[in-house]
């Protein structure tokens, strides 16, 4: 009876505890993107918070400001003016589709001789060129669904940029408690994997570290350095262009393809001295990768590409835009870890690492 009575306790302990956890979790969710975030930037960037604040005479608070300041100024000024750029972009295009004030130009000369499908595409395309509207209205439920989604897209745009700001303010929270955290953290490391966890725990900084800065941190700058100059030659559609730059590096599939069409546009439609400047701008923002990712991944973490990409899509998915950041870093540290644990990659303490500098 007696160790009946202690069963019966113990579900009873576990049921009500399950309760508040889940009582917890479900107070927290709304902002369980933008505290991932956080955690993720104040992994990443406590190296360089480590390193000012040395530089700084050991004045933790003005060093997390400062950081939190330039974090900011990332986000409040070019990202927001990118943001605002691809809100018009869509805005303008879902404005078209609706009134239907679309102006196609006629199909060149040479698309009729294409083979098998020529005089076809240029048929229709003339069609559209005639007459556009009645052209648009065998598409009209599509189109204007399109235009509902391109309207939304855009109307979250501003409430995304806020979610990142929030989420700089908690990992500037985050900075300043790193060193009340770091021993509950590594005991709970120490619960979930007992002779391993602080192994673990070292691994698992050192994989954020590495996938926020090496995919993450280039990628972010890549695309603003290809969406100034998009955005300074007015190149159509740059906000969306400069969006699908920032994927594609998250990807690391690239930004080649873009940036060509960019130049082809520029040297057609720009006098000559400018298309020049801007290919000048323009070719070492795409080759920049090259030499960033050295720097700033070190001797790096083998992730592999379908890793990243599940990591993207699932957390856009998941989370929304932001989730575009969070998804691979999440995933990436999921597979480190799944490694170290199955004993592929036994985890050895890493000393000093909160120490390094970037």
Request: aromatic share 6%.
């Amino acid at each position: 009876m007696k160790n009946d009575a202690k069963i019966i306790d113990l579900v009873i302990r576990l049921f009500f505890l399950g309760l508040l956890l889940f009582a917890g979790f479900t107070l927290l969710r709304p902002f369980l993107t933008m505290i991932l975030w956080g955690a993720i930037l104040a992994i990443a960037w406590y190296p360089l918070f480590l390193w000012l604040k040395k530089l700084l005479a050991g004045r933790a608070k003005l060093a997390t400001v400062l950081l939190t300041l330039l974090c900011l100024g990332i986000i409040i000024g070019p990202v927001s003016g990118i943001a605002a750029v691809l809100a018009g972009n869509l805005r303008t295009m879902a404005e078209y589709i609706d009134t239907g004030a679309v102006l196609i130009p006629p199909p060149p000369a040479d698309v009729a001789t294409w083979p098998l499908i020529g005089e076809r595409i240029a048929g229709l395309w003339q069609q559209a060129s005639d007459n556009t509207g009645q052209f648009l209205q065998r598409f009209e439920p599509q189109l204007k669904e399109l235009g509902k989604i391109s309207l939304s897209l855009a109307t979250s745009t501003g409430l995304t940029v806020l979610k990142f700001i929030a989420s700089i303010l908690i990992a500037a929270a985050l900075t300043l408690s790193a060193k009340n955290l770091t021993r509950p953290m590594n005991r709970l490391a120490e619960k979930i994997a007992p002779g391993r966890g602080i192994a673990l725990a070292g691994l698992t900084a050192s994989t954020v570290r590495n996938v926020s800065r090496g995919i993450i941190g280039v990628a972010i700058i890549q695309s603003l350095l290809i969406g100034i100059g998009l955005v300074t030659v007015g190149t159509p559609a740059a906000g969306l262009l400069t969006l699908l730059t920032l994927i594609l590096g998250i990807l690391q599939i690239g930004p080649g393809l873009i940036v060509l069409g960019a130049l082809i546009h520029a040297w057609v439609t720009l006098p000559n001295s400018i298309a020049l400047l801007f290919t000048l701008w323009m070719i070492p923002a795409t080759l920049v990768d090259n030499f960033l990712k050295p720097i700033l991944m070190g001797r790096g973490l083998p992730i592999p590409m379908v890793v990243i990409l599940l990591g993207v899509f699932g957390g856009v998915i998941a989370y929304g835009i932001i989730g575009l950041f969070v998804g691979p870093v999440l995933l990436g540290l999921c597979y480190e870890l799944v490694r170290a644990w199955i004993g592929e990659d036994s985890p050895e303490p890493v000393a000093n690492s909160h120490d390094r500098p970037i």
